[in-house]
């Protein structure tokens, strides 16, 4: 069965470095997703990327975060200065439609630890 | 403000028994409602999803969820429960006039005892 893999299983990066988390989304999914759980916390949507752009955010993402999909597979959420509070497991997901009916298959989750 | 509501943050069940995780929604609109669920190391499976029609619905591993509109709920339910049934389920609403965007619930930590 297709699936969501998402690379490094766990990040540990140091206050202000920049991180990039990966995914790899299902081979014929064009609709992408970040989402985020903070320890203790709801899992929380960060952003939705279709036909390389993102098609919508979340007041979470702001200008310190950026998606690309620098090729035909990777999809990748990069943090550009991360602060204590970046500190989260992240997970990606795909679709292959647009809309509240879109089937989301999520990936294993990076659990990034900023110290 | 749409809102999902998990009231339960950890269920413990003796395998064999039965299992009900409580899942109440508020939101304006008909939900588009899912069901999730995290093993260990593992991503986010979909269990079932309820978008309209029989307001009981199947899922996979012998999971139903019933949508009562009258109570706002959407909970999921197993007759008997395995070992391997341990794990966290989330309950998501998805967000109509977006691109997708789920809303989750807390979630509820299952462990299941021999």
């Known amino acids: 069965e297709p699936e969501v893999t998402q690379t490094p299983s766990h990040q540990v990066t140091q206050m202000g470095q920049e991180v990039i988390l990966r995914c790899v989304p299902i081979s014929n999914h064009l609709y992408f997703y970040w989402y985020r759980q903070i320890l203790g916390q709801k899992v929380e949507f960060l952003v939705s990327?279709?036909?390389?752009?993102?098609?919508?955010k979340s007041e979470i993402f702001d200008d310190q975060f950026s998606v690309e999909r620098p090729d035909g597979s990777n999809f990748t959420l990069k943090i550009r200065s991360t602060k204590l509070e970046d500190s989260a497991m992240y997970f990606c997901?795909?679709?292959?439609?647009?809309?509240?009916?879109?089937?989301?298959?999520f990936g294993a989750g990076t659990r990034l630890s900023v110290l | 403000a749409q809102s999902v509501t998990q009231p339960d943050i950890h269920i413990t069940v003796s395998e064999g028994a039965s299992l009900e995780l409580r899942c109440n929604y508020s939101y304006g609109a008909t939900p588009y409602l899912f069901w999730y669920v995290q093993s260990p190391g593992q991503g986010l499976q979909l269990l079932l999803k309820?978008?309209?029609?029989?307001?009981l619905v199947q899922g996979i591993k012998g999971f139903e969820a019933e949508f009562k509109r009258s109570q706002s709920s959407f909970n999921l339910r197993k007759p008997s429960v395995h070992w391997s049934d341990a794990a966290e389920y989330f309950c998501?609403?998805?967000?109509?006039?977006?691109?997708?965007?789920?809303?989750f619930g807390a979630g509820t930590q299952v462990v299941v005892t021999p």
């Open positions: 990327f279709y036909n390389n752009e993102i098609s919508e």
């Open positions: 997901a795909s679709g292959s439609g647009p809309g509240a009916k879109n089937i989301q298959y």
């Open positions: 309820y978008f309209s029609g029989d307001t």
């Open positions: 998501a609403v998805a967000i109509t006039d977006s691109w997708g965007k789920l809303q």
